[in-house]
């Protein structure tokens, strides 16, 4: 059944993640593709040697996440396509399950696992897409009387970009993620797509994949990109695209009410937390200021 798939995994200055990534692809007959951005710790020197089946693309500079998993998309020969993080370890009856699962759902365009910790806790189960109603269940602490059981199959809006599983035909329809996302957003920008197109994205919690979370992160994102200013751009795009200006200045407004509520209760209740809140308040204004203004 895997060796209808082909594995796309990204990686930067993550040798060690990168390792045990692939060694638990090993027992697998997955097509591999392995593109690295110019790494200096000998993760692509590591690939060459200890595992040269996979197929190993060399960036002569960082070209960032989106663009690099769009050229391991292109390379692949598979009918099923996994974008895979180097920060996770994916056993072969995961992207066996993930498989089965579209093999039964004609209709199904990507779907995801369930995503555990390093200590087998829940830390994805798929969400919905940026709407005003999931918008205030989160921001007013409504989401424990709206969320489903982890091991409910369910279809929502968007899954966590560390594994997801789509057809060959959906990256033809859709394409693959927007370049012009520097990191993170991507996922849900591509996911709205894919509902978009008439396609259904799923969470399968039959299977399941450990994710370091933020494992990566630190090594594959150049410093540039974390600044405030490319994140609100970051931000400012994938909800344009997905609600519109109008619904997303809604969306914003929205979080920074909840977030002042949440502030000012916490005062009272848990004073810890209030430096925390008003900093996402300021966030919210910020994403208002900079959706109105743009860059």
């Excluded at 692939?22 to 590591?46: F, H, Q, R, Y």
């Amino acid at each position: 059944m895997t060796e209808q798939v082909s594995v796309i995994i990204v990686s930067f200055n993550t040798r060690e993640l990168l390792r045990r990534c692939l060694e638990s692809l090993a027992p697998s007959e997955c097509e591999v593709i392995v593109v690295d951005n110019a790494s200096t710790d000998g993760s692509a020197e590591m690939v060459a040697r200890e595992h040269p089946r996979v197929k190993l693309i060399r960036n002569a500079e960082n070209l960032m996440f989106a663009k690099a998993n769009n050229q391991g998309l292109r390379e692949a020969r598979g009918e099923y396509l996994l974008m895979l993080n180097s920060d996770t370890v994916a056993p072969k009856d995961c992207i066996e399950g993930l498989v089965k699962f579209l093999e039964e759902h004609p209709r199904a365009g990507a779907v995801g696992p369930k995503v555990l910790n390093l200590d087998g806790s829940m830390q994805s189960k798929g969400y919905p897409l940026p709407s005003i109603r999931t918008t205030l269940v989160t921001s007013f602490g409504l989401r424990r009387w709206c969320g489903w059981p982890e091991d409910e199959r369910r279809r929502v809006g968007w899954v966590s970009g560390c594994c997801i599983l789509t057809r060959r035909g959906v990256i033809e329809q859709v394409g693959g993620l927007c370049e012009e996302l520097s990191f993170y957003g991507e996922e849900v920008e591509w996911c709205w797509r894919v509902n978009k197109g008439g396609w259904e994205v799923w969470y399968e919690p039959a299977s399941s994949v450990v994710h370091v979370g933020g494992g990566s992160t630190t090594a594959t994102v150049r410093e540039d990109v974390m600044r405030p200013a490319v994140q609100l751009r970051n931000f400012r795009c994938v909800q344009l695209r997905t609600v519109g200006l109008a619904r997303a200045l809604m969306i914003s407004w929205i979080m920074l009410a909840g977030n002042l509520l949440k502030g000012l209760v916490a005062l009272v209740v848990r004073p810890s937390v209030v430096g925390k809140l008003f900093r996402q308040a300021r966030w919210e204004c910020a994403v208002c200021r900079h959706l109105i203004c743009g860059d």
